[in-house]
Structure formats: C-alpha cells, structure tokens
C-alpha cells in the first residue's frame, strides 16, 4: 500500500525560484493537508481541501498556493521561494468524519538559499 | 479559532515507568477530535489515539491511555511502562469546524532513560 506519497523528498531552491510539491494518496480520502513543520513550532497548517476542486487557507498560507484538480492528488505551490520558507513540508490525507486520524506522507525538506 | 497548546517542550521518564504529555485544547465547536500522533527521529508521524467530544469513557489504546477532561479542555496521552522506543516528538491535534481543519500543538519531545 502506497498510502501518501509525496514528491520530492528533498530540494535546495535559490530565492525567487518556484517550484510545486506534490501529494498523491490511493485511500479514496476526501480531505487533504499541507502543513510546514520548523523546530519550536509544531506543524502548522498552510491550506487543505475537502474534496476536488476545493480549498481553504489554514494558519499560514502566504506565499503559497494550492491546488486540487483530482481526488487524489493535492499541489503545493511556491511562486517565489524565500528563505523563510525552508521547512520540512508534510502532506496529509484522512477520510470523512471527525474520528479519522490523518494519514502522512514522509515529508519534503526543502531548503531556499 | 481552535488551538491547541502543548505547555512541555521536553520531559524525561525513567524507563517502565509512566508518563503523562499535557494537552489543553480552545474551540467554541461543540462537536470535535482529539488525537495524539508519535514522531520518531526517523520523521513520520504515527496515529496513536483518539477521543472525540462526546466519548464518556476515556480511550485507551495499548499502553496509550487519554485522560480527556472536557470541562477543563483538556486531553493528556499517559504512557504506561514506558520503553526506550518510546522516546520521540509527541503531538496533539484536533480536528473541528464544519471544514474537518485539523490544528497541532507544538509538541513535547520525550526521552526515555535506561
């Protein structure tokens, strides 16, 4: 089972730079999430979905967008890297209902010089 | 808004002995989840435990136990017999809002020792 893939798992961009991320997950979930994880912050939510064609910004969805064109993929966008948004970029996917935990990718560290 | 806060940045157990990892919770939903995910140094994060809003009995999974307080917003995971694999980043969420958002604590690194 592949269950939530994304792509890449690393990359070094130069400021100014863009570049999308990918998410891919096989379980039919209805719901997809981005989140950026830094040291001392937790993992903070930067936009998702509940369903195709759908999204919403979370706590920190500047300088990013977002989109989701198929059930099963969510793109993770960044027009013009800075360096603030070096991160570990983790996507997510759960089903309906409020009792379903997420289901997580392996995460992208991303580095912006 | 929803928040979650996670008070402890770090704590340390001897090993087979238990722990508790705070969590305190905001939300003016009446319906929502709790959930407790584990981060092991290798990066992914492992589902542990849920509780939701209107549970009565605490939930209990293996030797992960939620002590949910709902009136004083609170939702503590409890290690019992801690193991050396044990030591990893502990996270809280919760998922609320008709939207299903789900929001993180900081998280509570814990370390387990011999």
């Known amino acids: 089972n592949a269950g939530v893939t994304q792509t890449p798992k690393f990359r070094v961009l130069k400021t100014g730079q863009s570049m999308t991320l990918l998410c891919a997950q096989d379980m039919n979930h209805e719901y997809m999430y981005w989140y950026r994880q830094d040291p001392g912050m937790g993992l903070r939510l930067i936009h998702y979905?509940?369903?195709?064609?759908?999204?919403a910004k979370g706590e920190v969805p500047d300088g990013y967008n977002v989109s989701r064109l198929k059930k099963q993929n969510f793109l993770l966008g960044l027009e013009s890297a800075a360096p603030s948004q070096t991160s570990v970029y983790f996507c997510?996917?759960?089903?309906?209902?409020?009792?379903?935990?997420?289901?997580f990718g392996d995460g992208t560290r991303l580095s912006i010089l | 808004a929803q928040k979650i806060t996670q008070t402890q940045p770090g704590m340390f157990v001897q090993e087979k002995e238990a722990v508790t990892l705070d969590c305190t919770y905001d939300?003016?939903?009446?319906?929502?989840?709790l959930f407790w995910y584990k981060q092991p140094s290798s990066g992914e994060m492992i589902f542990l435990i849920y509780q939701g809003s209107y549970d009565e009995q605490n939930a209990t999974e293996g030797r992960y136990s939620l002590n949910f307080q709902k009136a004083r917003k609170s939702a503590n995971l409890v290690i019992s017999a801690s193991q050396l694999g044990d030591s990893a980043m502990y996270f809280c969420a919760m998922s609320s809002g008709g939207y299903q958002k789900v929001t993180f604590g900081t998280g509570t690194k814990l370390q387990v020792i011999p």
């Open positions: 997510a996917s759960r089903a309906g209902g409020y009792n379903q935990p997420q289901h």
């Open positions: 979905s509940v369903g195709e064609g759908t999204t």
């Open positions: 939300t003016s939903d009446q319906s929502y989840g």
